[in-house]
């Protein structure tokens, strides 16, 4: 769109210029400078955001972080698209973004692949495409120009790593675990359950049921239920996200089961969002492995770069933390990396951002 723009402005400019050579105009220099600048210079960037959904609390920060990002204020027009969980609706946002001709379109993808057809639709009309949060698998990287989220393997990694150093110091001898998975297919579930399923085999846990929860409050809920109605023994439950916890903790009190270090269940989980760490604190979220949503930001500095003739990395992790409850662990080591547990507090829960 603002390439349109511009191009008009540059026309019309070229049109006074003319008009001023040929001495038959009043205007002088002055005047057609500021016209310069107020039809080409201060234009807005027009950026298309096709959003995966509303599915969490983290989903809920990542949009405010977008949203406070590109506003008015800061130069830019943003179409926000909600395709409530669909890649369907997020292909048609695209495309629509495609018609509108925007500066950059922005993609946080609910699932990796299935993604070609319509990002080279997205190259084909020029229009350069950052992702953002969860990652793509695309035959061709030139489809996409940049991409920055979280390494979800890693986060995966520091819980498994938490919770056999966690029974090592409590004395627990059997892990009998349930894994309530993100949105099958999505980078997010993708790594965080190859983690687990990594540690299960090399410590020898056992896996007592592993099923999706979507990513939401209700469905966690939902799933933890019919678990529990089978009667296995379970004293672990991993959540891929904090608002899977929320329904699982739900669910596990309704059984007549507490959870908690001094309860029947230990409730671990992904994101801590301010009701995460909170419960974290409180020990109903045993270890709570951080995902970060202010991703605005980030993906504007890419886009500035972009503005400003530079190449941005191809693709940018952002460092995260994890927090559990007590400090029974203070740090995790993945491959010869160490990174400190904190403990939730108070000061840390004022502290957070989302
Ligand atoms: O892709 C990030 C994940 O998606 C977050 O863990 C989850 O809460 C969200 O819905």
């Not at 027009?46 to 920060?61: L, Y």
């Not at 989220?149 to 890693?154: I, P, Q, V």
């Not at 899977?244 to 671990?268: H, Q, T």
């Given at each position: 769109?603002?390439?349109?723009?511009?191009a008009?402005?540059?026309?019309?400019?070229?049109?006074?210029?003319?008009?001023?050579?040929?001495?038959?105009?009043?205007?002088d220099?002055?005047?057609?400078?500021?016209?310069?600048?107020?039809?080409?210079?201060?234009?807005?960037?027009?950026?298309?955001?096709?959003?995966?959904?509303?599915?969490?609390?983290?989903?809920?920060?990542?949009?405010?972080?977008?949203?406070?990002?590109?506003?008015?204020?800061?130069?830019?027009?943003?179409?926000?698209?909600?395709?409530?969980q669909?890649?369907?609706?997020?292909?048609?946002?695209?495309?629509?973004?495609?018609?509108?001709?925007?500066?950059?379109?922005i993609?946080?993808p609910?699932?990796?692949?299935?993604?070609?057809?319509?990002?080279?639709?997205?190259?084909?009309?020029?229009?350069?495409?950052?992702?953002?949060?969860?990652?793509?698998?695309?035959?061709?990287?030139?489809?996409?120009?940049?991409?920055?989220?979280?390494?979800?393997?890693?986060?995966?990694?520091?819980?498994?790593?938490?919770?056999?150093?966690?029974?090592?110091?409590?004395?627990?001898?059997?892990?009998?675990?349930?894994?309530?998975?993100?949105?099958?297919?999505?980078?997010?579930?993708?790594?965080?359950?190859?983690?687990?399923?990594?540690?299960?085999?090399?410590?020898?846990?056992?896996?007592?049921?592993?099923?999706?929860?979507?990513?939401?409050?209700a469905?966690?809920?939902?799933?933890?239920?019919?678990?529990?109605?089978?009667?296995?023994?379970?004293?672990?439950?991993?959540?891929?996200?904090?608002?899977?916890?929320?329904?699982?903790?739900?669910?596990?009190?309704?059984?007549?089961k507490?959870?908690?270090?001094?309860?029947?269940?230990?409730?671990?989980?992904?994101?801590?969002?301010?009701?995460?760490?909170?419960?974290?604190?409180?020990?109903?979220?045993?270890?709570?492995?951080?995902?970060?949503?202010?991703?605005?930001?980030?993906?504007?500095?890419?886009?500035?770069?972009?503005?400003?003739?530079?190449?941005?990395?191809?693709?940018?992790?952002?460092?995260?933390?994890?927090?559990?409850?007590?400090?029974?662990v203070?740090?995790?080591?993945?491959?010869?990396?160490?990174?400190?547990?904190?403990?939730?507090?108070?000061?840390?829960?004022?502290?957070?951002?989302?």
């Amino acid at each position: 769109m603002r390439k349109k723009i511009l191009a008009t402005a540059l026309s019309l400019t070229m049109a006074a210029t003319l008009l001023v050579g040929c001495g038959g105009g009043g205007q002088d220099a002055s005047s057609d400078k500021s016209s310069d600048k107020g039809g080409g210079d201060k234009k807005e960037i027009v950026v298309g955001f096709s959003q995966v959904g509303a599915e969490s609390d983290w989903r809920t920060a990542n949009s405010e972080s977008m949203k406070s990002t590109f506003s008015k204020e800061n130069g830019y027009e943003l179409i926000f698209d909600d395709a409530q969980q669909k890649q369907e609706n997020q292909i048609t946002a695209i495309r629509n973004f495609i018609q509108q001709e925007v500066d950059y379109i922005i993609l946080a993808p609910v699932t990796e692949t299935g993604w070609d057809t319509v990002l080279k639709e997205a190259k084909d009309a020029d229009i350069p495409v950052i992702i953002v949060d969860r990652m793509v698998e695309v035959s061709d990287d030139s489809l996409y120009t940049a991409w920055v989220g979280s390494n979800f393997k890693l986060e995966g990694q520091k819980a498994c790593e938490w919770l056999k150093a966690y029974a090592e110091a409590k004395g627990i001898k059997e892990i009998n675990i349930v894994d309530i998975q993100g949105t099958i297919g999505a980078s997010a579930q993708i790594g965080r359950t190859e983690a687990l399923n990594d540690a299960v085999k090399a410590n020898g846990w056992n896996l007592v049921a592993q099923q999706t929860g979507e990513f939401t409050q209700a469905k966690g809920q939902e799933v933890m239920e019919s678990i529990l109605k089978k009667g296995d023994d379970i004293n672990v439950v991993y959540c891929e996200n904090d608002n899977e916890a929320f329904g699982a903790i739900d669910a596990i009190k309704a059984a007549g089961k507490k959870v908690g270090p001094d309860g029947d269940i230990l409730v671990m989980s992904f994101d801590t969002v301010k009701d995460g760490i909170t419960k974290t604190m409180e020990g109903e979220i045993i270890c709570n492995t951080e995902c970060n949503p202010l991703h605005g930001s980030r993906v504007e500095e890419i886009i500035k770069k972009l503005e400003d003739g530079g190449t941005p990395d191809k693709q940018a992790y952002v460092e995260e933390g994890i927090y559990a409850h007590s400090d029974d662990v203070a740090k995790v080591t993945i491959d010869g990396t160490d990174y400190e547990v904190t403990k939730v507090t108070q000061e840390v829960i004022d502290k957070r951002a989302y």
